[in-house]
């Protein structure tokens, strides 16, 4: 597989971690082997060397044996339970940075369908079955599927995140591995779910940036949003200029929204994905909840086209706030 220079190389089958991620579950891993490892053979040394002392008929002081020493009890209930709570914290912090998305995280839209991946970068560039990123940088997946669970897959990086019908999923990870890894669906999906596998490609960002700009490409998501947002007449009512009263958009993405019942939510992705499909979910205070549902009526890729045209008004300062 790969030549291992990662912060732990040993584990041979799987392959070395190729993510800031991987790197840490392997390290993990190592940890409570060679703690469990330690048990296990001390307690299989002293089997075996009681059974040969204490064997019928040797010789030794048989007079007087302890019953019981609460010291001994204490510390051998109080320091394995100290050791695995330790180990406990260690994974839950672990596994709580894999939902913390750091802020400058490259975004890539994926979407599973029955039976590839199709993957959009923000420009517009497109691929299937095959992801490119750049070493060193954070990539934020935002996973949607167009009909059954699918499951996105990566075993070099060590993860691996449901791609629901309904709603977003997102991965992050950060690679840390230059080369080329494996990327599966783990949620049998129908008949081609075998067929549904393909390949990260992890570059340099130079070539990364070069690649970005050539080969087959369309408009940008963030254009056909726009494109979307006007012809689906969304514009007749976030305008600026328009008449209706209706919420302003520009720069939503990733602001905190304050509901009619009084709730407050930061407006991520599925909350977009939401407002579009469920308009009454979750209605923004002062707002009358007029706007119909666009369920039906918009795919997965305009959604996606939709959510990055948000993420773009946000980028550029000049987007205004409403
Ligand atoms: Cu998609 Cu299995």
Redesign the pocket.
Known sequence: MNDGNGVVAGFGWLGAAASSAGERADLLLLALLVVCGTVALALGVLVVWFSIRYRRGSKVDRTDPPSNDWRLETAWTLTPLAIFLSFFAWAAWDYAQLSIVPPDALPIQVL????M?KLDHRNGRREINELHVPLGRAVKLVLA?ED????FFVPAFRLKQD?VPGRYTVLWFRPTRLGEFRL???????A???K?IGRVVVMQPADYARWLESGPRRPGLAERGFELYRSLGCSGCHDERSTVHAPRLQGLLGRVVHLQDGRSLVADENYVRDSILLPRKDVVAGFDPVMPSFAGQVGEEDLQALVEWLRSTGDDRTGGRG
């Open positions: 599973g369908k029955q039976w991946w599927s059954a669970i699918h499951s791609v599966f669906c783990a949620e049998f999906c129908g081609g779910h075998s549904m």
